[in-house]
């Protein structure tokens, strides 16, 4: 008979609740549900569970004080924290009150279901691995079976494990933990640890838990940059093992690798401060104009007025554009994205976005030359994609383009695929530039850019574009001499 999985899920939103529970019951699991940590806490200790999924920032009662309480009440208990606020500090902090892991919002179904399955495997193994020490004296043959099994979970699991004895001797590890520590000597059990592991900022952490002060703390979680030929950071967890009688017997210490998870705070960081500073110019000068003409400091010659509304419309139209490219370019990283692909000549579409982005060159009085042909050969494409993608090519070669020069659109069709090349003849792009130039976020720097707005996510929702129709981009660029962009797109074959 299998065993029922009891869950609970404590958190104050209501569809978070409702979500994890038909995710969860649909895989078999008894689900409980709680508002607030209090009655999170009474119904644990009402009735055992498994598993909690615990919001951090809760009213009544936090998570971080229903994890401390149930701990001492039921340490067995896998806590997994789901949390819109997911840091590095606010995951340390919840592995140091007994959180197995943690969630950040929003999560999909497959996301919650793999680490609550881990979370489970692990009261699993605790709960055989005390089994087993409950009957190591009558069945030696059968325990010695089980170790083995343990042994090759530990082998297989993707945390690096290493346990030392008190004599500070290696006992036991996995391969995920020499290749985390890129260790190329041979380990064998009974190596002084000092021999093994050179990273000093590693041998510290550890040498904190033997220290006498470290009795009084159950773990000890420390970040790690690790160098070699790929540096990494590591989160590093060391504990004291001790037995029955609180004798310490050794340390025991997993490594996790947080290097992508560093790599998407540090891409958040840049992207609230890019956002932020293209926001603010806009909105004050829209804030300016405005207040100008409410407060009547600009005179009341209606033609003055009119020209200080028409400005605040184009500043509130370039704040449009950032947001609508924002908003695309989240799309286009989705993997739920519906392309509504059909049988399109891109002539009409590309003569049709050039005339539409004609009044952008009047400034610079710009000459658009097109060698299009009427007819082009079919592609099989989505229409609001390739207009997308013109329009940001396009616009690109009006806004980086020197006073009266000329913007030039021509296809290129060939036997497989239908070239189109958009030129300028305006600043260029710098050679070392040119590999990042399709990065997110990524705008080239100088002093001929330096008044010249964009988001950075233009040529990144190009590039994607592409290869959603198996397509490719190349570029060509000479600074102050113009730069040329060449899309490649799969002919449709018609039978």
């Not at 055992?48 to 936090?62: A, C, K």
């Not at 160098?227 to 997993?254: Q, W």
């Not at 988001?455 to 981009?473: A, D, N, P």
């Amino acid at each position: 008979m299998v065993e029922t999985v009891n869950i609970l899920v404590v958190d104050d939103e209501k569809g978070i609740r409702e979500g994890c529970r038909r995710v969860l019951t649909s895989e078999g699991y008894a689900v409980d549900m709680a508002e607030n940590g209090k009655q999170g806490l009474d119904m644990v200790k009402a009735k055992p569970y498994d598993l909690l999924l615990v919001d951090l920032m809760m009213p009544i009662m936090s998570g971080i004080e229903l994890m401390e309480e149930v701990r001492h009440f039921d340490p067995e208990i896998i806590m997994i924290v789901i949390t819109g606020f997911a840091t590095i500090e606010t995951a340390i902090d919840a592995m140091k009150h007994g959180a197995y892991d943690y969630i950040p919002k929003p999560f999909a179904p497959d996301q919650l279901i793999s680490v609550l399955n881990r979370g489970l495997e692990k009261r699993r193994l605790r709960k055989e691995a005390e089994k087993l020490r409950e009957e190591r004296d009558q069945k030696l043959l059968e325990v010695a079976s089980e170790k083995t099994k343990l042994h090759a979970i530990v082998n297989s699991m993707a945390d690096g494990i290493i346990v030392i004895n008190r004599e500070r001797q290696l006992v036991l590890w996995n391969p995920a933990a020499i290749k985390m520590l890129d260790r190329n000597v041979k380990l064998e059990t009974g190596r002084d640890v000092d021999e093994i592991i050179k990273e000093k900022d590693l041998i510290e952490v550890i040498n904190k838990v033997f220290s006498p002060s470290f009795s009084q703390y159950t773990i000890l979680s420390e970040e790690i940059e690790l160098t070699g030929d790929e540096p990494k950071t590591i989160m590093v967890n060391v504990a004291c093992v001790r037995d029955e009688k609180g004798s310490d017997l050794g340390v025991v210490s997993t490594f996790r690798d947080i290097t992508r998870l560093k790599e998407v705070e540090k891409i958040k960081s840049q992207f609230v401060s890019m956002v932020a500073h293209e926001l603010r110019a806009p909105l004050a000068a829209v804030e300016g104009y405005l207040a100008a003409y409410l407060t009547g400091v600009a005179g009341k010659d209606p033609q003055l007025n009119r020209q200080m509304l028409e400005r605040a419309r184009l500043r509130t139209q370039s704040l449009m554009e950032l947001v609508n490219d924002l908003l695309q370019f989240v799309r286009l990283e989705s993997k739920k994205v519906v392309r509504k692909k059909e049988l399109l000549d891109l002539s009409d579409i590309i003569v049709n976005t050039v005339e539409l982005l004609k009044q952008q060159g009047t400034s610079k009085d710009l000459t658009f030359q097109l060698d299009i042909p009427d007819k082009l050969p079919l592609i099989e494409a989505d229409r609001a994609e390739m207009e997308q993608l013109f329009t940001n090519l396009i616009s690109n070669a009006i806004k980086y383009n020197i006073k009266n020069g000329t913007v030039s659109v021509s296809a290129l069709p060939d036997t497989h695929y239908l070239g189109i090349k958009v030129s300028d003849t305006g600043i260029g792009i710098e050679e070392e530039a040119l590999p990042c130039i399709f990065d997110e976020f990524y705008r080239v720097q100088g002093e001929k850019t330096r008044y010249t707005t964009g988001t950075g996510l233009g040529l990144s929702i190009v590039k994607r574009i592409m290869e959603s129709h198996f397509g490719r981009i190349e570029v060509e660029s000479e600074v102050d001499k113009g730069t040329t962009f060449t899309v490649k797109l799969p002919l449709k074959e018609i039978n």
